[in-house]
């Protein structure tokens, strides 16, 4: 049956498309730069970028004049970053015309929840690179898992500075510690470049932990640092770092929740630009089918320079 001019009011003006995707695409960008800030951005086309990893090199003292030219091979491996396509559908039914008028302001309900639910991407895809696996190698086909060192590079749930190891939540000496890992790996010691910045991503849970330790301990040499930065987060920092207040921290079947800490320069991400279709669903009553569609990609790029904390949440 053709479209009459009675029909008009169930078509979405183009100009309602082209404001609700702008407005969409605005707060999707700016969810992406919340990261910008801890991570470095990657920039390309395509679904993957590799990454070569070669290996240290030295420098030798020159012992003689015009000494026979001895050169190493240089060896390397690669990883990459691959980005990942996600997507989301809402569908209104052709009586929600207050819904559907409601599109093109800028904070309409259905942006609202889509920027919500965007920043949460965003949250846990970032949080999940921070220790999750790497492909890469050396042949063509970058297959080959690259884990998380634990070895080296976490802080257990039961560390203590001095005396027994006990299980505890976050802790001023946990912190400590995974500064010193990161510094012993050459990763922000003092004097190096001011670009060099390093981050904590820790839940509420964990912050508080630190305050009430910080109370407790009064005459800690870190308990007055703690509680400025408790009272002005924005301005202070804690341990040297800036920290990141994230409630979708991984927290294992037995209530242990990861605390972590890294270097901007040892992460990656990488996204495209977020697009909107809305279109007109027949099989559903021509129903109003508002889709978004957005690809992100974060990656661990340097081993040493992620630091995993585990606290337990039940003390």
């Not at 679904?47 to 004049?65: A, G, L, N, P």
């Not at 691959?82 to 259905?110: G, I, M, N």
Request: aromatic fraction near 10%; charged fraction near 25%.
């Amino acid at each position: 049956m053709p479209i009459t001019q009675a029909s008009q009011g169930l078509v979405i003006p183009d100009l309602y498309r082209r404001t609700f995707s702008n407005n969409f695409e605005m707060v999707a960008s700016q969810s992406t730069s919340r990261f910008a800030e801890c991570a470095i951005v990657s920039t390309f086309d395509g679904k993957e970028y590799v990454y070569q990893d070669i290996d240290e090199t030295s420098f030798k003292q020159k012992t003689e004049r015009m000494a026979r030219t001895v050169a190493g091979e240089m060896s390397f491996s690669r990883r990459k970053i691959t980005k990942k396509s996600f997507y989301d559908h809402k569908v209104f039914d052709r009586d929600d015309k207050t819904l559907l008028a409601q599109l093109s302001e800028p904070k309409s309900e259905l942006v609202t929840q889509f920027k919500k639910a965007w920043a949460k991407l965003w949250d846990e895809q970032f949080i999940a690179a921070l220790d999750g696996t790497v492909y890469g190698g050396s042949g063509e086909e970058l297959v080959t898992p690259i884990t998380f060192d634990s070895a080296h590079n976490a802080v257990a749930v039961d560390y203590v500075a001095t005396g027994s190891e006990t299980n505890s939540g976050l802790t001023m000496e946990k912190l400590q510690r995974a500064r010193v890992i990161l510094e012993e790996q050459e990763y922000c010691s003092e004097g190096e470049d001011a670009d060099c910045e390093v981050y904590c991503g820790m839940s509420p849970k964990m912050k508080n932990d630190l305050f009430e330790q910080a109370k407790a301990q009064k005459t800690s040499p870190y308990s007055a640092m703690v509680v400025d930065w408790y009272n002005d987060p924005q301005n202070k920092r804690l341990f040297g770092f800036r920290v990141k207040i994230q409630n979708r921290l991984p927290i294992n079947s037995s209530d242990i929740e990861n605390c972590f800490v890294w270097s901007k320069e040892a992460m990656r991400i990488s996204s495209d630009q977020v697009e909107t279709v809305i279109s007109n669903r027949p099989d559903l009553s021509h129903a109003t089918q508002v889709s978004a569609y957005g690809k992100i990609g974060a990656m661990r790029r340097w081993e040493n320079g992620v630091v995993r904390i585990a606290c337990d949440r039940s003390p």
